[in-house]
Each structure stands twice: as C-alpha cells, then as structure tokens.
C-alpha cells in the first residue's frame, strides 16, 4: 500500500496551495480518508476527513478556507488550502482507513510566510 502525498510547497500568507495523495494498494473508493498535520514541536492533528460516501468534516481552525475532495476514478484526495496562514505551516500527511485497516502516506511540507 501507498500514500503518495504531492504539493506542498512555500508560499505567503493569504495564498493557496493543493495538496493531492495519490492511493495504491488499496480499493480507494471504499475507505475514508483524511489530511493531518504536524507542526514543529507539536502533535499530530486532524485537519480534515472525507467518507467513502464523500461527506467531509474538517478542524475548526481551517473550516471555511480549506476543502478536502476525493476522485475515485484516480484514486486520489485533495486538500484545497486558501487563505493561508503562517500557523498552517506543518508536515501534511494524507490517511486512509478501513475497519481495523489504516495506512499514512509520507508528508509533504507546507511552509506559509507571513
């Protein structure tokens, strides 16, 4: 199984980025997935979750600028990051799980500079 996450990067405060993480090894349509992050010197934490279903919830610090989306034609979820702010900036890692299944993707770094 992999989680490929893609599309972090630098960029400054009030910009956008699109992380994406590319699935493989599994029946992508059937399990949930979700993005975390980690910033320097603290816990993991969720950000933002999506069912199989396609119903999404996400953390309250990022509600309303972020979107998680799923294509399940490329097995394949996305986390649309606008507005972003330098306390986004973290190791973003993309999740997937499926009963007792569940598997993390490497991060991808995502600096904001203000």
């Known amino acids: 199984v992999q989680l490929q996450a893609s599309g972090g990067g630098l960029v400054q405060a009030g910009g956008s980025l699109r992380l994406s993480c590319a699935a493989s090894?599994?029946?992508?349509?059937?399990?949930?997935m979700a993005w975390y992050r980690q910033a320097p010197g603290k816990q993991r934490e969720l950000v933002a979750t999506?069912?199989?279903?396609?119903?999404?919830n996400y953390a309250i610090a990022v509600k309303g600028r972020f979107t998680i989306s799923r294509d399940n034609a490329k097995n394949t979820v996305y986390l649309q990051m606008n507005s972003l702010k330098p306390e986004d900036t973290a190791v973003y890692y993309c999740?997937?799980?499926?009963?007792?299944?569940?598997?993390w993707g490497k991060g991808t770094l995502v600096t904001v500079s203000s």
């Open positions: 999740y997937a799980v499926l009963s007792g299944e569940n598997y």
């Open positions: 090894g599994i029946i992508f349509r059937n399990y949930h």
């Open positions: 999506i069912t199989s279903g396609g119903s999404t």
